[in-house]
Nanobody, 118 residues
Framework: QVHLEESGGGLVHSGGSLNLSCEAT????????MGWYRQIPGKERDLVAR???????VYADFAEGRFSITRDVAKNMVYLEMNDLKPEDTAVYFC????????????WGQGIQVTVSS
């Protein structure tokens, strides 16, 4: 059974940093693009960053230059390093796994809260 478990969220002051982790179990990790998304209550879930099976990265404009996504294939882990955090980064952050060849094969984690105080 596919499962994504996020960790590393919490409360940080503006300008601070947080590192999110996502452990994937029950999947052939090498075959999945991995991503981080975020959602503010009442709004849509937005892409933060994505890393493909070949290591290619895509960032949302708001994440470019501040956030960094990496993956460790040996550990089935994907990470999101977030620097210079701002109050508007406050959201629930979700890990996502998307099969590289099966667009209907995707899984979400349960989400983790990130709160940035001003």
């Amino acid at each position: 059974q596919v499962h994504l478990e996020e960790s590393g969220g919490g409360l940080v002051h503006s300008g601070g940093s947080l590192n999110l982790s996502c452990e994937a179990t029950g999947i052939s990790f090498r075959l999945y693009h991995m991503g981080w998304y975020r959602q503010i209550p009442g709004k849509e879930r937005d892409l933060v960053a994505r890393i493909g099976i070949g290591g290619d990265r895509v960032y949302a404009d708001f994440a470019e230059g501040r956030f960094s996504i990496t993956r460790d294939v040996a550990k089935n882990m994907v990470y999101l390093e977030m620097n210079d955090l701002k109050p508007e980064d406050t959201a629930v952050y979700f890990c996502n796994a998307l099969h590289a060849r099966k667009v209907n094969d995707h899984t979400w984690g349960q989400g983790i809260q990130v709160t940035v105080s001003s």
